[in-house]
């Protein structure tokens, strides 16, 4: 066991007037299985690269192991994959290597395979044996549920249980909730650990909120009930001293001392109010800082003037000689919330690509509503670049309403003047969400919407699909999500 400190960490990019991090504090377990949450933008791959030494930064990181980043940047994906492994870990004995693949279910024959041919499952799988082979390294393992079907999630889930010394960036609450014991989040105005599993942490996190809600609400009207009484006592106190100078209705002199003191008495007391008003305005100020606000989205969804949507019979897809999928048949009807499930490579974006109308050869029967108007939100961001209001404008949606629904997300106005190719992963795929959300349709269709995306966004996601019941066709490997929105699953 060692520790890794981080002392005073102050950190901005170059060009940038915000600080990324600013005086942070805090130290790390080299035996901890640490998960690594926050919204998107907030820093969490940038923490990692600083760890790994990418950045110059003011302030101290100290630790007596080496970093290892995951996913290994790999030169020649073409060679094969016992190459691979070699490259990444020289120094290893085949045992060991034949001991993590038998962990997490792989056979050695994709050794003896190009890297390349290896589903992505796969080559998780084996990029995270070989790191795991490598001694006195500390592993920062960023996103590797990305892409990875819900038996493949299930696996490495398991394997990374059985093994301490990583941070885990992943938004995926039940993968989370299964492999880690400490949590390490980037607030809104710091960073803290908290021991315990995602949802040990958000309960914790919902606690405090509600005590903050509750307490700023009780400051609010302390505050507003000391400065109306403020208010009257130095009222009271003036008309007070004023009278020291008239008369009292019977025409004798008033005593002067005597209102003095009074109106001396009533000063104290009108300052002794406005003190305690300054007491609670201090604290209610220290409150609702790291509150995430989450405020609802909403989707209009046009009506179609047919019940049934589509609806496939027997249908296979080809691509040249290989088969994707075979004899898949359903029907979408409206207020349906359908998730298409299946093992990577089982033709689930294929199925949508063709409900959406992109050209793909077919056996079988298809159909669908003639004037159905469809949002599709792809699993690709790299085609992502400009500015949001020419994005907005090219795509045919309201600015907005589009640049709404992304604050809503957590989007800085900051970020409304960047280029979008400079986003965070995250922040790119809301952008596809938030253009989807903007478009009047009949039916919208998500390939993986949420890969890179916020935990707390996924649940604002959700609760938009539960409070307006939109008819949507989605492939999405978060498992809680699809238990928390899918009226229906159809398994290839």
Same mark, same amino acid.
């Given at each position: 066991?060692?520790?890794?400190?981080v002392?005073n960490l102050t950190?901005?990019?170059?060009?940038?007037?915000?600080?990324?991090?600013?005086?942070?504090?805090?130290?790390?377990?080299?035996?901890?299985?640490?998960?690594?949450t926050?919204?998107?933008g907030?820093?969490?791959? #940038?923490?990692?690269?600083?760890?790994?030494?990418k950045?110059?930064?003011?302030?101290?990181?100290?630790a007596?192991?080496?970093? =290892?980043?995951?996913?290994?940047? @790999?030169?020649?994906?073409?060679?094969?994959?016992l190459d691979?492994?070699?490259?990444?870990?020289?120094?290893?004995?085949?045992?060991?290597?034949?001991?993590?693949?038998?962990?997490?279910?792989? %056979?050695?024959?994709?050794?003896?395979?190009?890297?390349?041919?290896? %589903?992505?499952?796969?080559?998780?799988?084996?990029?995270?044996?070989?790191?795991?082979?490598?001694?006195?390294?500390?592993?920062?393992?960023?996103?590797?549920?990305?892409?990875?079907?819900?038996?493949?999630?299930?696996?490495?889930?398991?394997?990374?249980?059985?093994?301490?010394?990583?941070?885990?960036?992943?938004?995926?609450?039940?993968?989370?909730?299964?492999?880690?014991?400490? @949590?390490?989040?980037?607030?809104? #105005?710091?960073?803290?650990?908290?021991?315990?599993?995602?949802?040990?942490?958000?309960?914790?996190?919902?606690?405090?909120?509600?005590?903050?809600?509750?307490?700023? =609400?009780?400051?609010?009207?302390?505050?507003?009930?000391?400065?109306?009484s403020?208010?009257? #006592?130095?009222?009271?106190?003036?008309?007070?001293?004023?009278?020291?100078?008239?008369?009292?209705?019977?025409?004798?002199?008033?005593?002067?001392?005597?209102i003095?003191?009074?109106?001396?008495?009533?000063?104290?007391?009108?300052?002794?109010?406005?003190?305690?008003?300054?007491?609670?305005?201090?604290?209610?100020?220290?409150?609702?800082?790291?509150?995430?606000?989450?405020d609802?989205?909403?989707? %209009?969804?046009?009506?179609?003037?047919?019940?049934?949507?589509a609806?496939?019979?027997?249908?296979?897809?080809?691509?040249?000689?290989?088969? *994707?999928?075979?004899? *898949?048949?359903?029907?979408?009807?409206?207020?349906?919330?359908?998730?298409?499930?299946?093992?990577?490579?089982?033709?689930?974006?294929?199925i949508?690509?063709?409900?959406?109308?992109?050209?793909?050869?077919?056996?079988? #029967?298809?159909?669908?509503?003639?004037?159905?108007?469809?949002s599709?939100?792809?699993?690709?961001t790299?085609?992502?670049?400009?500015?949001?209001?020419?994005?907005?404008?090219?795509?045919?949606?309201?600015?907005?309403?589009?640049?709404?629904?992304?604050?809503k997300?957590?989007f800085?106005?900051?970020?409304? =003047?960047?280029?979008?190719?400079?986003?965070?992963?995250?922040?790119k795929?809301?952008?596809?969400?938030?253009?989807?959300?903007?478009?009047?349709?009949?039916?919208? @269709?998500?390939?993986?919407?949420?890969?890179?995306?916020?935990?707390?966004?996924?649940?604002?996601?959700?609760?938009?699909l539960?409070?307006?019941?939109?008819t949507?066709?989605?492939?999405?490997?978060?498992?809680?999500?699809?238990?928390?929105?899918?009226?229906k699953?159809?398994?290839?």
């Open positions: 066991m060692s520790l890794i400190q002392s950190f901005a990019y170059e060009g940038s007037f915000d600080h990324i991090f600013e005086n942070v504090n805090f130290q790390i377990d080299t035996d901890w299985k640490l998960g690594f926050g919204r998107n907030r820093g969490k791959t #940038t923490f990692l690269n600083l760890l790994l030494g950045y110059d930064y003011s302030g101290k990181i100290s007596n192991v080496h970093f =290892e980043y995951f996913p290994f940047q @790999i030169a020649n994906k073409e060679q094969q994959t691979v492994i070699n490259d990444i870990t020289p120094d290893y004995q085949h045992w060991e290597l034949m001991r993590e693949l038998s962990l997490l279910k792989v %056979s050695e024959d994709v050794l003896y395979r190009p890297f390349d041919t290896l %589903s992505n499952g796969e080559q998780t799988k084996l990029l995270l044996a070989a790191l795991f082979l490598k001694e006195n390294h500390f592993l920062l393992i960023d996103e590797p549920t990305n892409h990875l079907d819900m038996n493949a999630r299930q696996l490495v889930s398991d394997y990374l249980h059985t093994k301490s010394g990583y941070i885990l960036v992943s938004h995926d609450r039940a993968f989370l909730d299964n492999c880690v014991d400490h @949590i390490l989040s980037i607030n809104k #105005t710091n960073i803290e650990i908290q021991k315990g599993n995602f949802s040990d942490w958000w309960e914790n996190k919902q606690r405090q909120d509600q005590y903050e809600l509750a307490e700023n =609400e009780k400051l609010k009207k302390d505050i507003k009930r000391l400065s109306e403020a208010k009257r #006592t130095s009222i009271w106190s003036h008309e007070v001293e004023k009278t020291k100078n008239g008369t009292r209705n019977s025409g004798s002199k008033v005593d002067k001392g005597y003095g003191h009074k109106a001396a008495k009533m000063m104290k007391r009108s300052k002794s109010i406005e003190h305690r008003q300054q007491s609670a305005i201090d604290e209610r100020s220290k409150l609702l800082k790291n509150v995430e606000h989450a609802s989205l909403k989707i %209009s969804q046009l009506a179609f003037h047919k019940n049934q949507l609806e496939l019979e027997h249908v296979s897809i080809n691509y040249g000689d290989k088969t *994707v999928c075979t004899d *898949v048949s359903f029907t979408i009807e409206q207020g349906e919330r359908i998730a298409l499930a299946g093992r990577n490579g089982s033709g689930k974006s294929s949508l690509k063709l409900i959406y109308g992109e050209d793909i050869h077919y056996t079988g #029967t298809f159909r669908k509503g003639s004037q159905l108007k469809i599709f939100v792809s699993q690709d790299s085609h992502l670049q400009g500015n949001l209001t020419d994005y907005a404008r090219s795509n045919g949606i309201d600015e907005s309403l589009f640049k709404s629904i992304l604050r997300l957590d800085s106005r900051v970020q409304f =003047e960047k280029d979008i190719s400079a986003f965070s992963g995250g922040q795929k809301k952008v596809l969400i938030a253009k989807s959300l903007c478009e009047k349709v009949h039916l919208h @269709i998500w390939d993986e919407p949420l890969n890179y995306i916020d935990v707390i966004s996924r649940m604002q996601i959700e609760e938009l539960l409070e307006y019941s939109p949507i066709l989605f492939v999405e490997h978060d498992r809680e999500f699809c238990q928390n929105i899918a009226t699953i159809v398994e290839l």
